[in-house]
């Protein structure tokens, strides 16, 4: 836990930035109990994520306090009514989405916010977890049969593995099925060569794209 993190007013941003999980949880609590969206919930924890990132590139935090901050979120998402709000809200399921971080990249705080957030908007979320092979997601596809396939990655090596998937989900003939996104910050310089129908790094936007291809 740190305590020197400055020029933040917002308590919940800051104690996520601190990685101050007790008061993180406590302020989730306050604010669950104040009628608060746990949508708007997520955004400030996100953005508490986004600080401690910018706080790992210069030097101030380390491997440890990253580690710390997706132990955080994901405890944030144990958190009853959190947990609630993301698995039960929607009892009649818009769509099915399979999610994943593409193939050598182990990052998963961007993605599982995203998850949530469709989950939030009553997408049923299949999440296949980091380092999916391009053959996972095939596979799981055939079985799941969802709508939209989620990539996520923020490695430059994860470029190959969305493409990779992307050829592979084309060869096996299922491209016609399911429409594409592609998100995590390595797609923020564009990814058209890679074949998916959209790429975003904003998550709102990726669920707002997700509900137009329903309405559409
Ligand atoms: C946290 C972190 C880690 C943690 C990951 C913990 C975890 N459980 O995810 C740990 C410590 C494990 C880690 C390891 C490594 N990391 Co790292 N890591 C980061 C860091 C600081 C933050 C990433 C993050 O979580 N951001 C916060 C989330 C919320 O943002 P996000 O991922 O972009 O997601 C948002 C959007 O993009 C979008 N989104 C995300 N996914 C999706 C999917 C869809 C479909 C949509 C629509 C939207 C969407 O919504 C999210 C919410 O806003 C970044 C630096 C940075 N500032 O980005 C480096 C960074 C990504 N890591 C980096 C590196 C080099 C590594 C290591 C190789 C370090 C090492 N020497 O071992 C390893 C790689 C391990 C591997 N094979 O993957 C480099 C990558 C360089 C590159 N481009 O290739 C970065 C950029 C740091 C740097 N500047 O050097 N890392």
């Known amino acids: 836990m740190r305590k020197w993190v400055s020029g933040m007013d917002d308590k919940l941003i800051k104690a996520m930035a601190e990685l101050d999980e007790k008061a993180v949880l406590k302020l989730v609590k306050e604010e669950l109990s104040q009628g608060l969206e746990p949508l708007s ?4 924890i996100q953005t508490g994520i ?5 706080l790992y590139e210069k030097g101030e935090y380390f491997i440890a306090d990253l580690i710390m901050s997706g132990i955080i979120f994901n405890n944030v998402l144990k958190i009853e009514e ?28 961007g993605k599982n916010v995203f998850g949530s957030m469709m989950k939030m908007a009553g997408f049923e979320v299949l999440d296949l977890g980091v ?6 997601f095939v596979a799981r596809i055939k079985e799941f049969r969802p ?13 190959e593995g969305m493409k990779e998937t992307v050829e592979l989900i084309t060869a096996a ?8 996104i592609l998100g995590g910050t390595i797609v923020k310089n564009g990814v058209d ?3 998916a129908d959209a790429y975003t790094v904003d ?6 794209l997700c509900l137009d291809w329903f309405e559409a």
């Open 41 to 44: 919930i997520l955004k400030q």
């Open 50 to 54: 986004e600080k401690v990132g910018e």
């Open 82 to 109: 959190m947990n609630l709000y993301t698995t039960e809200s929607k009892k009649c399921k818009i769509g099915k989405v399979l999610l994943g971080t593409a193939k050598s990249d182990l990052h998963d705080i």
């Open 131 to 136: 380092d999916v092979a391009p053959e996972t």
């Open 147 to 159: 709508q939209i396939v989620g990539i996520s990655g923020v490695l430059i090596v994860a470029l």
């Open 173 to 180: 003939g299922l491209r016609d099925s399911v429409k594409i």
């Open 193 to 195: 060569f890679i074949g």
């Open 203 to 208: 998550p709102s936007e990726g669920v707002k």
